[in-house]
T-cell receptor, first 110, second 116 residues
Framework: GQQLNQSPQSMFIQEGEDVSMNCTSSSIFNTWLWYKQDPGEGPVLLIA?????ELTSNGRLTAQFGITRKDSFLNISASIPSDVGIYFC??????????FGTGTRLTIIP | DARVTQTPRDKVTEMGQEVTMRCQPILGHNTVFWYRQTMMQGLELLAY????????DSGMPKDRFSAEMPDATLATLKIQPSEPRDSAVYFCASGPNGDRGINEQFFGPGTRLTVL
């Protein structure tokens, strides 16, 4: 089946640093999304991308839909403590199912 | 503040018992999803509904799991009989009408199930 390879698996950064994570696949997708999950909660949608090459921002977050349609990245600028959590990429080919990546766990070191 | 609600938040039960998890989707959303999350498998789609009709339950073990939407405000996921390997966090999510409802999902807080 379609799989999303998300990297890195975990990140340890200091407050104020920029963060970059990405998601790749051998399959082509029509939609890429990024969700964030806080401890004890369900994932929350951060950014949705619907066109290849699209670059979209949401506050300090920026995500891009790769030109090949096989990848996407998420950047967080000037990280703050509330950015801690697990970030999931997700993608949809149009078959009415979202495929989720394995997640990137972000930890901020005091 | 529109949210997906799930009950119970936590459930501990013994192997062989029936478990029922409930979800109230956001009012007006017509797409409802059930997911299971474990450390090993990540987020797995179990089933989803559109306009209360089941569209896909291929991710669900058919012999013991069942999902229904008795009405537009209630979705249920039942496990009978439960087994220790069913221990996981079960999420319900709903999506707005239209094509984006599949992608822009709103998740509930989850039900943490422990089967002893």
């Amino acid at each position: 089946g379609q799989q999303l390879n998300q990297s890195p698996q975990s990140m340890f950064i200091q407050e104020g640093e920029d963060v970059s994570m990405n998601c790749t696949s051998s399959s082509i997708f029509n939609t890429w999304l990024w969700y964030k999950q806080d401890p004890g909660e369900g994932p929350v949608l951060l950014i949705a991308l619907y066109k290849a090459g699209e670059l979209t921002s949401n506050g300090r977050l920026t995500a891009q839909f790769g030109i090949t349609r096989k990848d996407s990245f998420l950047n967080i600028s000037a990280s703050i403590p509330s950015d801690v959590g697990i970030y999931f990429c997700a993608a949809n080919f149009g078959n009415e199912k979202l495929t989720f990546g394995t997640g990137t766990r972000l930890t901020i070191i005091p | 503040d529109a949210r997906v609600t799930q009950t119970p938040r936590d459930k501990v039960t013994e192997m062989g018992q029936e478990v029922t998890m409930r979800c109230q989707p956001i009012l007006g959303h017509n797409t409802v999803f059930w997911y299971r999350q474990t450390m090993m498998q990540g987020l797995e789609l179990l089933a989803y509904f559109r306009n209360r009709a089941p569209l896909d339950d291929s991710g669900m073990p058919k012999d013991r799991f069942s999902a229904e939407m008795p009405d537009a405000t209630l979705a249920t996921l039942k496990i009978q009989p439960s087994e220790p390997r069913d221990s996981a966090v079960y999420f319900c999510a709903s999506g707005p009408n239209g094509d984006r409802g599949i992608n822009e999902q709103f998740f509930g807080p989850g039900t943490r199930l422990t089967v002893l």
